[in-house]
């Protein structure tokens, strides 16, 4: 077997040192009832070529989204990522390296962790970020969670706007911890409606921009109007890529951000593992999950990077823990970092307006066929349309047309009010013959 | 001096000795470059990505646009292959020693799973495409659940979580879920070993629950006694991790989950150290409820330096109703992906996440478990077994040993008693292993065994490496033990580690005067 260097040589010396008669002395501890005997009823070992054809012939079942025009989002995006991404993450010193306990041999990792941190503050215009989380959902949850460690109130209202994934998975969590939620009813662009569900028992209010349908506001005032009624605002943001282009959560006042950074640097790969990233304000430090990397400095007195603020977490906290987290997404981050790293602002400002160029050329040719409605009023690089007939299966026979033309709402969220309603992304990777296509292609079938 | 042809030198004769505390110029130690930080570079023209910049009116955003300075700094791709290289090079790997770090399962990465996850139709694929064009996705999903089942024997599985303790909460979701199905919301308490993962009982506290903890016994197994005790009618479950983390098989493990399911609670099994019993060993046939699996762990997706990882947990029949949504059905006449739960079970708990969890860490797994099939998983657990028992066999007579009777599992639990009386602590133990070019193990967990040191080879070592690691902490050992009667040898210890990229660094200034971020 190709992974298991022990020969049988090998294992009968280490057995006489031990002392054992055979391995199967090493296993008297279990009870005699659950010893298998044999190996289990599964297929037998497999050479590279077999394993490698089995997986292929699974990939051959999917379409691939380079191989069609392609139109899919709400919530992950199709980015161009530098070879230099992928090449680097292989790596066997990131790839094959452990969470960073020992700082002492872990100076790489370190450093990519203080410098993604940085980046994501800048970003989101916060001035703390931690070393990530599972993903943008998580991320939003946990959010909550913290809102209630910090206001001591127990109840979440989340915006119409907020995707409906996001909004159940921090319903579960926010039950899990015995906390209220209030889920507004999905609404294009409403988000200023959670102000009038605030009251003295409210922790936080839950905002996504751009929201599941695309539309980008301007929190200021919800920001202003939430703190004021002693409640926190936690933005959440699922299309990174929109803050080369947009005002930052920060910069408009948000408590807390949760966003999913899956669109710089890492693949769609079917829903994971992408990263969450989460930033506060630094009055809410001690209260944030997850790792945090800090500088400091080495017996020689030479800058260095260490975990820190460990006291909030479940391995010396245990039952008293801020999250439950431990591993969390450091490939993913490390992959945000570098893909980051190479655009810089100047390129991350260029990759924005070239999105939101093609998003809003393709709604005005989409908003010229008769029966069609666009709904969302400011966008980024994603907008909704209302059709004359129901998506879920207009979205199936574009598919069978060879184009991934969109999500229907009601793929997130079953409400017959929503049943023409479809959610269109638009990339740089699109061309303009894709476009073309899916113009063509929608004016046929409606 | 012998010198060559144009008059230079050819052999060292006559160079000075190097003082210990030569410091280059630059910060750097030769092939260890000193790297500065990107922000440091302050150059926030230049950018690595070839993107026209075009001219835009974003006129419906108006308020909206962003000023144009994010203080992020851009790199070419020449310098940002120089700055990540030469940071990498400052991290241990498994790719490049041994990494014993105990409960870690620090094994060797396949690179054809690495292949598999990049493959067109995999790696690129989006969770909200229709169902109809990503069947082969669904029907891997429903491949890897297969395996999960029949390894640990139980009927259904949950793969969403993104990792062990995303799985703890799961598995403590779906019982809180049965229990208030049941009328039984008044089971509140979990009950938990001394020596268990910090992950349980945040977990349990996560969940509202309160946490009672067992006492462990002088063998390093669960007290039954202090068990039996602690079983009252307001136990909602144990979570338990076996083997333990002492490295211990749970002998009455079957005699526990009677106990607790006599008792209307649950078993959670934490299944961090299923490595030790793949193969041999199904979890249902001790009576587990819930397991998660970290698919980072016993199948071998790669650490990443902290994640991604995947944690999905197997169900037993009294808790499968109240898995979370999605997942996926073999309908007969294709996979279909129940994305709300309604069809086949309205009882289903919630949603752990967006979309259907880690897929590319479902690929790396599922072609990990291909490649070894039923008999070559068989022959992991074995070699791991077999593996830290030589690892224990050659280092007892010269370190402690807290459970010296029977054989361990699939690591080596050694404590600081063999250290008393030497001016060495388990952490200048460990810090002197880097200076000899290994990981050190997990050191001062479990809890309860004092100054412990956890050491877990993994079954893709091979005897070479791990007489060269065993000769490796004999003599460190020696040399430890010689501080007793002299001070020749602390300085190997307390300034440890020497070679490494840096010294040891001060973590009370980092948590006192936190700089998380540049400037």
Same mark, same amino acid.
């Given at each position: 077997?190709?992974?298991?260097?022990?020969? !049988?040589?090998?294992?009968?010396?280490?057995? &006489? $040192?031990?002392?054992?008669?055979?391995?199967?002395?090493?296993?008297?501890?279990?009870?005699?009832?659950?010893?298998?005997?044999?190996?289990?009823?599964?297929?037998?070992?497999?050479?590279?070529?077999?394993?490698?054809?089995?997986?292929?012939?699974?990939?051959?079942?999917?379409?691939?989204?380079?191989?069609?025009?392609?139109?899919?989002?709400?919530?992950?995006?199709?980015?161009?990522?530098?070879?230099?991404?992928?090449?680097?993450?292989?790596?066997?010193?990131?790839?094959?390296?452990?969470?960073?306990?020992?700082?002492?041999?872990?100076?790489?990792?370190?450093?990519?962790?203080?410098?993604?941190?940085?980046?994501?503050?800048?970003?989101?215009?916060?001035?703390?970020?931690?070393?990530?989380?599972?993903?943008?959902?998580?991320?939003?949850?946990?959010?909550?969670?913290?809102?209630?460690?910090?206001?001591?109130?127990?109840?979440?209202?989340?915006?119409?706007?907020?995707? @409906?994934?996001?909004?159940?998975?921090?319903?579960?969590?926010?039950?899990?911890?015995?906390?209220?939620?209030?889920?507004?009813?999905? &609404?294009?662009?409403?988000?200023?409606?959670?102000?009038?569900?605030?009251?003295?028992?409210?922790?936080?209010?839950?905002?996504?921009?751009?929201?599941?349908?695309?539309?980008?506001?301007?929190?200021?005032?919800?920001?202003?109007?939430?703190?004021?009624?002693?409640?926190?605002?936690?933005?959440?943001?699922?299309?990174?890529?929109?803050?080369?282009?947009?005002?930052?959560?920060?910069?408009?006042?948000?408590?807390?951000?949760?966003?999913?950074?899956?669109?710089?640097?890492?693949?769609?790969?079917?829903?994971?593992?992408?990263?969450?990233?989460?930033?506060?304000?630094?009055?809410?430090?001690?209260?944030?999950?997850?790792?945090?990397?800090?500088?400091?400095?080495?017996?020689?007195?030479?800058?260095?990077?260490?975990?820190?603020?460990?006291?909030?977490?479940?391995?010396?906290?245990?039952?008293?823990?801020?999250?439950?987290?431990?591993?969390?997404?450091?490939?993913?981050?490390?992959?945000?970092?570098?893909?980051?790293?190479?655009?810089?602002? !100047?390129?991350?400002?260029?990759?924005?307006?070239?999105?939101?160029?093609?998003?809003?050329?393709?709604?005005?040719?989409?908003?010229?066929?008769?029966?069609?409605?666009?709904?969302?009023?400011?966008?980024?690089?994603?907008?909704?349309?209302?059709?004359?007939?129901?998506?879920?299966?207009?979205?199936?026979?574009?598919?069978?047309?060879?184009?991934?033309?969109?999500?229907?709402?009601?793929?997130?969220?079953?409400?017959?009010?929503?049943?023409?309603?479809?959610?269109?992304?638009?990339?740089?990777?699109?061309?303009?013959?894709?476009?073309?296509?899916?113009?063509?292609?929608?004016?046929?079938?409606? | 001096?012998?010198?060559?042809?144009?008059?230079?030198?050819?052999?060292?004769?006559?160079? &000075?000795?190097?003082?210990?505390?030569?410091?280059?110029?630059?910060?750097?130690?030769?092939?260890?470059?000193?790297?500065?930080?990107?922000?440091?570079?302050?150059?926030?023209?230049?950018?690595?990505?070839?993107?026209?910049?075009?001219?835009?009116?974003?006129?419906?955003?108006?308020?909206?646009?962003?000023?144009?300075?994010?203080?992020?700094?851009?790199?070419?791709?020449?310098?940002?292959?120089?700055?990540?290289?030469?940071?990498?090079?400052?991290?241990?790997?498994?790719?490049?020693?041994?990494?014993?770090?105990?409960?870690?399962?620090?094994?060797?990465?396949?690179?054809?799973? !690495?292949?598999?996850?990049?493959?067109?139709?995999?790696?690129?694929?989006?969770?909200?495409?229709?169902?109809?064009?990503?069947?082969?996705?669904?029907?891997?999903?429903?491949?890897?659940?297969?395996?999960?089942?029949?390894?640990?024997?139980?009927?259904?599985?949950?793969?969403?979580?993104?990792?062990?303790?995303?799985?703890?909460?799961?598995?403590?979701?779906?019982?809180?879920?049965?229990?208030?199905?049941?009328?039984?919301?008044?089971?509140?308490?979990?009950?938990? @070993?001394?020596?268990?993962?910090?992950?349980?009982?945040? $977990?349990?506290?996560?969940?509202?629950?309160?946490?009672?903890?067992?006492?462990?016994?002088?063998?390093?197994?669960?007290?039954?006694?202090?068990?039996?005790?602690?079983?009252?009618?307001?136990?909602?479950?144990?979570?338990?991790?076996?083997?333990?983390?002492?490295?211990?098989?749970?002998?009455?493990?079957?005699?526990?989950?009677?106990?607790?399911?006599?008792?209307?609670?649950?078993?959670?099994?934490?299944?961090?150290?299923?490595?030790?019993?793949?193969?041999?060993?199904?979890?249902?046939?001790?009576?587990?409820?819930?397991?998660?699996?970290?698919?980072?762990?016993?199948?071998?997706?790669?650490?990443?330096?902290?994640?991604?990882?995947?944690?999905?947990?197997?169900?037993?029949?009294?808790?499968?109703?109240?898995?979370?949504?999605?997942?996926?059905?073999?309908?007969?006449?294709?996979?279909?992906? !129940?994305?709300?739960?309604?069809?086949?079970?309205?009882?289903?708990?919630?949603?752990?996440?967006?979309?259907?969890?880690?897929?590319?860490?479902?690929?790396? &797994?599922?072609?990990?478990?291909?490649?070894?099939?039923?008999?070559?998983?068989?022959?992991?657990?074995?070699?791991?077994?077999?593996?830290?028992?030589?690892?224990?066999?050659?280092?007892?007579?010269?370190?402690?040993?807290?459970?010296?009777?029977?054989?361990?599992?699939?690591?080596?639990?050694?404590?600081?008693?063999?250290?008393?009386?030497?001016?060495?602590?388990?952490?200048?133990?460990?810090?002197?292993?880097?200076?000899?070019?290994?990981?050190?193990?997990?050191?001062?967990?479990?809890?309860?065994?004092?100054?412990?040191?956890?050491?877990?080879?993994?079954?893709?070592?091979?005897?070479?490496?791990?007489?060269?690691?065993?000769?490796?902490?004999?003599?460190?050992?020696?040399?430890?033990?010689?501080?007793?009667?002299?001070?020749?040898?602390?300085?190997?210890?307390?300034?440890?580690?020497?070679?490494?990229?840096?010294?040891?660094?001060?973590?009370?200034?980092?948590?006192?005067?936190?700089?998380?971020?540049?400037?």
């Amino acid at each position: 077997m190709r992974y298991l260097p022990l020969n !049988e040589a090998d294992r009968a010396q280490m057995l &006489a $040192t031990i002392g054992a008669k055979s391995v199967d002395d090493l296993f008297v501890d279990v009870p005699a009832s659950a010893r298998l005997t044999a190996p289990v009823d599964l297929p037998r070992y497999a050479g590279e070529m077999e394993v490698e054809a089995q997986i292929k012939a699974m990939a051959a079942k999917n379409l691939s989204p380079s191989r069609v025009p392609f139109f899919v989002g709400a919530g992950a995006y199709r980015h161009h990522v530098p070879s230099t991404v992928d090449h680097i993450i292989q790596r066997s010193e990131f790839l094959t390296s452990y969470t960073p306990y020992q700082p002492e041999i872990a100076q790489g990792t370190l450093q990519v962790l203080f410098e993604f941190q940085t980046q994501v503050a800048r970003l989101t215009g916060m001035p703390v970020a931690n070393a990530s989380l599972y993903d943008g959902s998580t991320a939003a949850a946990e959010g909550v969670l913290m809102a209630q460690r910090i206001t001591k109130r127990n109840k979440a209202v989340m915006s119409g706007g907020l995707h @409906p994934h996001y909004t159940h998975t921090v319903e579960t969590l926010a039950h899990a911890v015995g906390m209220e939620t209030e889920a507004l009813t999905p &609404a294009v662009d409403a988000e200023a409606e959670v102000l009038k569900h605030i009251d003295k028992d409210t922790a936080c209010v839950v905002v996504q921009t751009p929201n599941v349908f695309g539309t980008a506001t301007d929190l200021t005032q919800i920001a202003e109007a939430a703190q004021a009624a002693g409640a926190l605002l936690i933005v959440v943001v699922t299309e990174v890529m929109s803050l080369g282009l947009l005002k930052s959560p920060g910069e408009m006042g948000a408590d807390i951000v949760a966003v999913e950074g899956q669109s710089i640097g890492v693949p769609l790969s079917f829903g994971g593992p992408y990263v969450g990233l989460f930033a506060a304000k630094e009055k809410y430090l001690r209260q944030m999950p997850g790792r945090l990397c800090g500088e400091t400095v080495d017996a020689d007195g030479e800058r260095g990077f260490v975990l820190t603020l460990s006291t909030r977490e479940q391995h010396i906290r245990r039952d008293k823990a801020t999250s439950n987290i431990c591993t969390n997404s450091g490939l993913c981050a490390l992959a945000f970092s570098i893909h980051m790293s190479l655009l810089g602002q !100047e390129g991350l400002k260029r990759v924005a307006k070239i999105n939101y160029a093609k998003a809003h050329a393709l709604k005005d040719q989409l908003a010229s066929i008769a029966g069609i409605d666009a709904l969302t009023p400011r966008f980024f690089n994603e907008f909704t349309i209302k059709l004359p007939k129901v998506a879920a299966e207009i979205v199936e026979v574009l598919a069978a047309k060879g184009i991934l033309g969109g999500v229907p709402f009601t793929r997130l969220h079953k409400d017959a009010a929503f049943d023409n309603h479809l959610i269109i992304a638009v990339t740089e990777t699109v061309s303009d013959t894709d476009m073309s296509a899916f113009v063509a292609a929608l004016k046929e079938v409606l | 001096m012998s010198m060559n042809a144009v008059g230079r030198p050819t052999r060292p004769d006559d160079i &000075a000795e190097t003082s210990a505390e030569f410091k280059s110029l630059t910060g750097g130690k030769g092939l260890l470059q000193y790297e500065r930080l990107i922000f440091e570079k302050k150059d926030y023209t230049r950018t690595g990505v070839d993107f026209a910049d075009i001219d835009i009116t974003p006129s419906d955003l108006g308020d909206l646009v962003r000023g144009d300075d994010l203080g992020l700094p851009g790199l070419t791709e020449p310098e940002a292959m120089r700055h990540y290289v030469r940071l990498s090079q400052k991290n241990h790997a498994i790719d490049l020693a041994l990494y014993p770090l105990g409960s870690c399962t620090m094994k060797h990465n396949p690179r054809l799973n !690495e292949k598999m996850a990049r493959l067109e139709g995999i790696g690129d694929i989006h969770p909200l495409q229709p169902t109809s064009t990503v069947q082969g996705a669904l029907e891997l999903m429903d491949t890897l659940a297969h395996w999960l089942k029949t390894l640990t024997g139980m009927p259904a599985v949950a793969l969403s979580p993104k990792a062990g303790a995303h799985g703890e909460l799961c598995g403590l979701l779906s019982i809180k879920a049965a229990h208030e199905a049941k009328g039984q919301g008044h089971r509140r308490t979990v009950l938990v @070993p001394s020596s268990a993962h910090g992950t349980n009982p945040a $977990t349990a506290a996560f969940v509202g629950y309160s946490v009672r903890e067992i006492a462990q016994t002088s063998d390093g197994r669960v007290d039954l006694a202090d068990l039996k005790s602690k079983i009252t009618d307001d136990v909602a479950a144990i979570m338990l991790t076996n083997p333990n983390t002492c490295g211990l098989f749970e002998r009455d493990i079957v005699d526990i989950a009677k106990l607790i399911h006599d008792a209307g609670a649950y078993f959670y099994c934490d299944g961090a150290n299923f490595n030790a019993i793949v193969g041999r060993v199904r979890p249902g046939d001790l009576g587990v409820d819930a397991m998660h699996i970290n698919l980072h762990k016993t199948f071998s997706t790669p650490h990443g330096g902290g994640g991604p990882g995947a944690g999905p947990v197997v169900l037993s029949e009294a808790l499968a109703a109240y898995a979370p949504t999605p997942w996926v059905v073999n309908s007969g006449n294709g996979y279909v992906l !129940e994305e709300f739960g309604e069809e086949a079970s309205a009882a289903n708990f919630g949603r752990m996440c967006a979309f259907h969890g880690q897929m590319g860490m479902y690929v790396r &797994a599922l072609t990990y478990m291909l490649s070894h099939g039923s008999d070559g998983l068989r022959q992991v657990a074995e070699d791991a077994v077999l593996n830290a028992n030589y690892i224990k066999a050659s280092l007892q007579d010269i370190m402690s040993v807290p459970f010296p009777d029977g054989p361990c599992m699939h690591e080596a639990l050694f404590d600081d008693k063999w250290l008393e009386g030497t001016q060495v602590t388990t952490l200048d133990f460990a810090k002197a292993m880097i200076d000899e070019g290994f990981h050190p193990m997990t050191m001062y967990f479990p809890l309860v065994v004092h100054g412990a040191m956890l050491i877990e080879p993994t079954e893709t070592e091979s005897k070479a490496e791990l007489d060269r690691f065993i000769d490796t902490l004999r003599a460190l050992a020696a040399s430890a033990l010689a501080t007793k009667n002299n001070t020749d040898d602390v300085a190997r210890f307390k300034n440890a580690p020497h070679l490494a990229p840096t010294r040891r660094l001060d973590e009370t200034k980092a948590a006192r005067q936190p700089k998380l971020t540049y400037g």
